[in-house]
Every structure is written in C-alpha cells, then in structure tokens.
C-alpha cells in the first residue's frame, strides 16, 4: 500500500505545475509535460535515444490516462486511486521493459528521493 501511495505521490508531483488535460487543444501540454518528466528519467538512468522515445510515449500516455480518469471519476475518489493505482502499475510495468534492471533501479531512486523530499 505505502508504494502504491508513494507511486501516486510521485505522479501527482510530475504533474503538479500543468493543469494537465487530454482534450484537443492541450494536447502540447500533455507532450510538453511528458518531454519534461522523460528528460529527468534521462538524466539520472542514462537512456539511449531509442529508450528515450520510448520512454516519452509512456509518459504521454500516462498523463492522458490519468487526466481522463480524474475526469472520469471526479465525484469518486475512491474509483479513481484505484484507476490511478493500476494505470500506475502498468506505467512501471511496460518501463521496467524498457529500462532493464540498472536502469529501473535508477529510477526507483529517482522516484523515492522525489517523493521522499516532497513529502516533508
């Protein structure tokens, strides 16, 4: 449960900042976001350029997913972390695909020291 937390924390505050929305129009927030959270990944696992690509469009697609399920379920808050919960699992799931283990354990620092440091 406290990763599962630390993991919605941890996309809460990657998109804290934008209001992130996945109509038409926003799209070039999502994607700007999205360039944003993959540059930091890069920084600290060292992505090649294929992974970087890669990588991107899961953030892409975990930011659209996430805006429409707090559209989705914005009078259940319940619904919702559980929606996030698995949209969340399966982001790190398909990442660690990508990252291959060094790379993914460089990210769950990453991750741990963000949200450890947010969190204060």
């Not at 975990?62 to 559209?71: F, N």
């Not at 009078?75 to 399966?90: F, I, P, S, W």
Request: hydrophobic share 45%.
């Amino acid at each position: 449960m406290k990763k599962v937390f630390a993991c919605l924390v941890f996309v809460s505050m990657a998109i804290a900042g934008t209001s992130v929305q996945a109509s038409p129009g926003d799209g070039s927030k999502v994607a700007a976001r999205a360039t944003d959270m993959t540059r930091r990944i890069a920084e600290r696992t060292k992505l090649t350029e294929g992974q970087y690509v890669k990588v991107r469009a899961l953030n892409v697609r975990l930011l659209t997913e996430m805006a429409d399920l707090r559209k989705q379920f914005a009078n259940d808050a319940v619904e919702m972390d559980k929606a996030m919960a698995e949209v969340q699992m399966r982001y790190e799931w398909d990442l660690a695909a990508v990252l291959g283990p060094k790379r993914m354990m460089a990210y769950e620092e990453m991750k741990t020291n963000f949200t450890a440091v947010n969190m204060r």
